[in-house]
């Protein structure tokens, strides 16, 4: 069926605020060497110009809700645009990293307010029988910002100041804020609700399958957070390819991600959800078995054939697993689930990062190999991912059956 125009607007309005998430923290990145030579200060220092950045965006996730709620979604959308542009703008001026990093931080604020408000803007107002479709294109949007952040950050970082990488990303904002102020509908009438959080909550907790999407969610961005903040790791420390060559293989990744995205929004609101979800489990279980099994070899191909597969998994989970959450929820509600995707998704990842780089540092600084020797704790690492993975899909195929999906 036909998308109306207006909806695609919306749609690809937010699409293009995950493109610029995405774009940016790789784009950013590449150039890091530069601000760590200019500002002469060491790499866990510049490493704050990324912390910081990720500090801010989460920071206004959590508030993202309330204050769409208070004064608008497409409001607050449009004043984070203006937000991230005037940080955007500071970090190019910023002339010490102290400075950077507050700027930076600003920059994370508006970006994060922006991302927070557009999940909502997608369950408000595009049709239920579209939500697939819109959310495999935040999808796709969030999937081409990582292909293009690294070639382009690293084109602009060869060729100019690292200056440019702020200056360069500010024609996109200003232009998102053009498209967002033209492209989003009026806010709706802001209606005083009686109902507290809890008894909102209340609410939520007895729509069917809301809390089994929420906490596929968390558990899925958890285990894939960790995968794919050790592939870096593996393939300069075992494969001893340069960073740049690193990066380069994450765009498998994001090319797996843009591909099963457009075929999975689309697919989820014709079938459902349930199957592509099984899918995704069990693409990435294998992915990583698969590499956790024959990573000793010493060929990049498996670490190709895992970033594929992870893509592919994240392509297939994103969309259906997100209209799945919001498709029966009352109306009255879907604002308050909209602004939850990305805090379930970003603590997700985060939480990943934490336990994997933990329990990996633990099992080789207990070893005292090198890191050329380091492959078997890979493989462990990801042996046991892969295992998560598809207790994953057992699990989603028990619940599934008890609710007769």
């Known amino acids: 069926m036909q998308v109306p125009t207006s909806q695609r607007s919306v749609a690809y309005c937010v699409g293009c605020a995950a493109f610029l998430f995405q774009f940016e923290a790789f784009f950013v990145h590449i150039a890091l060497p530069d601000m760590q030579r200019e500002m002469g200060v060491t790499g866990p220092e510049i490493a704050q110009v990324i912390t910081m950045y990720l500090l801010g965006a989460v920071l ?220 995704a489990y069990i693409l990435a279980g294998l992915g990583c078995l698969f590499f956790a099994l024959f990573t000793s070899g010493g060929s990049t191909a498996w670490a190709l054939l895992l970033l594929s597969l992870l893509g592919a998994a994240t392509g297939l989970f994103s969309a259906p697993n997100n209209r799945l959450m919001t498709s029966a929820i009352p109306q009255d509600l879907v604002q308050d689930v909209g602004s939850m995707l990305p805090i379930a998704l970003n603590l997700g990842v985060m939480s990943g990062v934490f336990l994997f780089q933990y329990e990996f540092h633990g099992m080789v600084s207990d070893a005292l190999v090198p890191q050329q020797d380091q492959g078997w704790a890979y493989s462990t690492m990801y042996g046991s991912a892969g295992i998560a993975f598809l207790c994953l899909a057992f699990l989603h195929v028990i619940l599934n059956r008890k609710r007769g999906c």
């Open 60 to 279: 206004a996730l959590l508030p993202g809700g309330a204050l769409g709620r208070r004064f608008g979604f497409s409001k607050v959308f449009v004043i984070a645009c203006l937000v991230a542009a005037v940080g955007t703008a500071l970090s190019a001026c910023a002339t010490s990293l102290p400075d950077l990093r507050w700027f930076r931080c600003l920059q994370g604020i508006g970006i994060g307010l922006m991302v927070s408000a557009g999940y909502a803007l997608i369950p408000m107002w595009l049709a239920r029988l579209h939500l697939g479709w819109g959310f495999g294109i935040v999808a796709q949007g969030a999937g081409l910002g990582m292909i293009l952040g690294v070639p382009i950050g690293g084109v602009v970082a060869h060729f100019l100041a690292w200056r440019w990488v702020f200056w360069a990303q500010l024609p996109l904002v200003i232009g998102l804020f053009i498209l967002a102020v033209r492209a989003l509908p009026a806010d709706p009438p802001r209606c005083e609700s009686s109902s507290s959080v809890t008894v909102r909550w209340q609410r939520l907790l007895k729509v069917d399958g809301f809390i089994y999407s929420l906490l596929a969610l968390f558990l899925f961005q958890l285990i894939l957070g960790g995968t794919r903040y050790l592939v870096p790791f593996y393939l300069e420390s075992v494969q001893i390819l340069s960073s740049l060559q690193s990066s380069l293989y994450m765009v498998i990744y994001a090319v797996g991600v843009i591909i099963a995205s457009h075929v999975a929004g689309a697919a989820a609101d014709r079938y459902g959800s349930a199957k592509l979800m099984l899918s």
